[in-house]
Antibody, heavy 120, light 108 residues
């Protein structure tokens, strides 16, 4: 079955760039779907960060757009998130996810999430 | 941006009772509305999509209704494993997907 696994540093310094990767298994990214990133600050709700199609087409949350870059590497079957100029407010569990159908939709497959703390 | 507002923030319910959760959109999202369940330390789990269609493997005690701006998730008879936080999400506006703030269902 399709599985997603996030990876990346658990600690990032303020003003630096947060970088995470989501490895996909059980499905070829090249076959389609918009692949998404969602985050959740400790004790708070969910926030969509953005989504990318296998072709590289992206949609970003307008509130984060100036700092976010999502890219895809079909050769490695993974996609990545970069968030620049981070502050403590970016401390969160970051999830990657795949929607139910090949468009921007409800997310039915999620990674386990990775906690990223922004602190000096 | 479409703002999703969930109410109440916390719902205290006894096992076996019915729970009714609400989600309101700041503008119409048609039926492009999903519900998720999240337990501590776990990723969200899709329960309902298309406002009223249960996802694969979701028990029939979970039902969704509504369209436009007003939506409801009903859990007909709460089981111990249903105590969790529930989120709604709209996917009508592709430029900005958005989630509600969540409703925590706790044991009364």
């Amino acid at each position: 079955q399709v599985q997603l696994q996030e990876s990346g540093p658990g600690l990032v310094k303020p003003s630096e760039t947060l970088s995470l990767t989501c490895a996909v298994s059980g499905y070829s990214i090249s076959s389609g779907y918009y692949w998404g990133w969602i985050r959740q600050p400790p004790g708070k709700g969910l926030e969509w960060i953005g989504s990318i199609y296998h072709s590289g087409s992206t949609y970003y949350n307008p509130s984060l757009k100036s700092r976010v870059t999502i890219s895809v590497d079909t050769s490695k079957n993974q996609f990545s998130l970069k968030l620049s100029s981070v502050t403590a407010a970016d401390t969160a569990v970051y999830y990657c996810a795949r929607p139910l159908i090949p468009r921007l939709d409800a997310f039915d497959i999620w990674g386990q999430g990775t906690m990223v703390t922004v602190s000096s | 941006e479409i703002v999703m507002t969930q109410s109440p923030a916390t719902l205290s319910v006894s096992p076996g009772e019915r729970a009714t959760l609400s989600c309101r959109a700041s503008q119409s999202v048609s039926s492009n509305l999903a519900w998720y369940q999240q337990k501590p330390g776990q990723a969200p789990r899709l329960l309902i999509y298309g406002a009223s269609t249960r996802a694969t493997g979701i028990p029939a005690r979970f039902s969704g209704s509504g369209s436009g701006t007003e939506f409801t998730l009903t859990i007909s008879s709460l089981q111990s494993e249903d105590f969790a936080v529930y989120y709604c999400q709209q996917y009508n506006n592709w430029l900005a997907l958005s989630f509600g703030g969540g409703t925590k269902v706790e044991i009364k």
